[in-house]
């Protein structure tokens, strides 16, 4: 990834592309992409870091039966509280995702990708997986449409899924060794029997590297998932990120293991702890010198429904969509505007921050080595800073730098239960959330309370509700800049900085 | 001679589809296998194809009540681990 000039960038560019810097690292990273491509990741909210602040996805559960066992997967487990990979409320036939799908997309206009990742591996149910996506190329053909796989059946489901409206495929690899293998997956199910350790990892890693090849080959966009697994392939993660860039992955999303005992997966049981937010970004960061990263993944549930962050798979449940008419012909219409005006706004976005960023360039005293910052964002979406403290469930996290601001993850306050009395949890919500925050000396939100106002400050950690409905990009530089300018920037830095990709 | 699944099955569908047989039925709270058709895959493969995809140790039995999967033997967790994560985990 390379870091862009601030100051010869003050103008969006007429190819369309991002000029200015689009949340950061992600225009960056996609900018060595071609045009086409680009294209085809512009209004993709989990290939686009920018575009998951406007546009909507959603995830229909069709596909139960798993073809290999993941140590970090129990597919027993389903609690509606929760939100991580695997995790569903309904498993659906593919009649009723159909149906649900043209709901939603009727109902939230910025949906724009429909996804198929489980629970099980889509391509393991092949006959489920592509009933549901015959009928909506057909139905929805404004709808992308999109799969994840453990890739262990992908070589062999490649034409097919080349038939449909589908741009890119993800696939989990967390290995290419065998021997790293056989400690995150005990077995695979192959030519009809169970084969258990090395040489299952060995057939699986085989099926992943073919089945990327076989998909850049005719064109189809591939992002790889890792999960990063302290000890087991933290090192050897680095090699996985050259070796499917060589082999034409085009983005790479490295994301941390959920493991507690409670959600009863082998890692869980056995005490595998999960990686924490340094080491996860440490290792984001080394990848980064050989691959496009992506950094806004949430590890949504397997039916989540909504913007990035957000879900509303509870206003789309079976019964709720039995009831609902649905024109589409017209709905599709109104998705056109909306879209129409989304993209109208990021432009607009664009121009502006391109324009604080040039002020930001100039107004920094040049000699002096400034530290970056860490900043928190809430938001609900729309590149703005726009939702209240105490109502935000993740926080976006930005570092700013005398060169840029970019974005760098997010930090989710419920990942695993919000605590409080049912669950015997003595830390209080509040609590929960700065410890959360940690390393965040900002936060920026568009209101916030009298209390946690106070305990924030005696965190470390500065609340701000200034600027709120501004862009976020915009206000992170201009609060970085205010602390530049108060002197608050100049002690030495102990860290490298982490922007030096 | 037929199979046998019981109630630790988790309903994760993998078996289903792969039975030669058509035996394996979705019934609550779990899936069944209806013992007058199944096989146990005699004549189409060499394992029985329920009991080789079947992510639960313990919940597939044979005609004589023994598990095919006996616990410790898919997951790599030892019985005792497992019974005292449990434990730790109920007392919290
Ligand atoms: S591929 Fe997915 S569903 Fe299958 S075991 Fe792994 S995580 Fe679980
Ligand atoms: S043993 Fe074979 S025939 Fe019997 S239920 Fe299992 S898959 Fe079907
Ligand atoms: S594979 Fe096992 S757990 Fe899954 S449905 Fe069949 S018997 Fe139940």
């Known amino acids: 990834m390379e870091l862009k000039v601030l100051g010869q960038e003050s103008l969006p560019n007429a190819a369309g592309g991002c000029a200015s810097s689009g949340c950061g690292g992600s225009t960056d990273q996609l900018a060595h992409l071609p045009e086409h491509i680009r294209a085809k990741v512009h209004n993709h909210p989990c290939y686009s870091e920018e575009a998951h602040h406007h546009y909507a996805r959603m995830h229909v559960a069709v596909a139960p039966a798993c073809n290999i066992q993941c140590h970090y997967c129990n597919r027993k487990y389903d609690c509606a509280n929760e939100s991580r990979p695997g995790v569903v409320s309904e498993l659906l036939t593919p009649e009723h995702a159909v149906k649900k799908v043209l709901a939603v997309a009727a109902n939230i206009p910025q949906m724009t990708v429909l996804g198929i990742a489980g629970p099980g591996d889509p391509l393991a149910n092949p006959e489920r997986t592509f009933a549901t996506f015959r009928a909506l190329t057909e139905q929805a053909p404004d709808i992308k449409l999109c799969v994840s796989t453990n890739g262990l059946a992908l070589p062999e489901q490649v034409e097919e899924l080349c038939k449909h409206n589908i741009d890119h495929v993800t696939i989990t690899i967390n290995c290419v060794d065998p021997e790293v293998g056989a400690k995150i997956y005990p077995w695979i199910f192959w030519n009809n029997r169970r084969i258990k350790g090395r040489r299952g990892a060995r057939i699986l890693i085989e099926q992943q590297q073919k089945g990327l090849e076989m998909l850049t080959e005719r064109g189809i966009l591939v992002k790889v998932n890792s999960v990063l697994i302290p000890g087991v392939n933290d090192e050897h993660l680095k090699e996985v990120s050259k070796v499917v860039k060589a082999r034409g992955a085009f983005l790479h999303n490295v994301m941390p293991l959920i493991a507690e005992a409670e959600h009863g997966t082998f890692y869980g049981v056995m005490g595998q702890r999960g990686p924490t937010h340094d080491e996860l970004q440490a290792l984001q960061d080394e990848c980064a010198g050989d691959m496009a990263m992506m950094r806004h993944c949430r590890q949504c549930r397997a039916d989540a429904v909504g913007m990035l962050g957000e879900d509303r798979g509870a206003e789309f449940t079976l019964d709720r969509i039995e009831e609902m008419e649905i024109d589409y012909a017209a709905a599709m219409e109104q998705r056109k505007a909306v879209h129409a005006a989304i993209e109208a706004n990021r432009e607009a976005q664009r121009r502006k921050s391109g324009e604080s960023f040039v002020s930001l360039a100039s107004l920094m005293p040049k000699k002096k080595e400034l530290r970056p910052v860490l900043m928190a964002v809430a938001t609900t979406g729309g590149g703005v800073i726009n939702q209240h403290f105490g109502h935000a469930r993740e926080f976006l996290v930005y570092e700013a730098s005398a060169q840029d601001v970019r974005f760098i993850g997010h930090r989710k306050v419920d990942l695993y239960c919000s605590g409080g009395d049912t669950c015997g949890d003595a830390e209080t919500a509040l609590q929960k959330t700065i410890r959360i925050l940690g390393g965040c000396e900002v936060v920026l939100c568009s209101k916030i309370g009298y209390e946690p106002w106070g305990e924030l400050e005696e965190a470390g950690i500065a609340p701000n509700g200034e600027h709120a409905m501004e862009p976020i990009e915009e206000a992170v530089a201009i609060v970085y800049r205010e602390m530049a300018e108060a002197g608050l920037l100049e002690r030495p830095v102990e860290q490298p900085t982490r922007a030096s990709a | ?92």
Do not use: Y
């Open chain 2, 1 to 92: 001679m037929a199979l046998k699944i019981i109630e630790s099955c988790v309903n994760c569908w993998a078996c289903e589809p792969l039975c030669p047989s058509q035996a394996i039925f979705e019934a609550h709270p779990h899936f069944l296998i209806d013992a007058r058709k199944c096989t146990e895959c005699e004549g189409d493969f060499s394992d029985p194809q329920c009991a080789s995809i079947c992510p639960i140790e313990g919940a597939i039995l044979d005609a004589a009540g023994l598990a095919l999967n006996p616990p410790g033997s898919l997951t790599g967790i030892p019985p005792s681990r497992l019974a005292e994560a449990m434990v730790e985990i109920q007392a919290r």
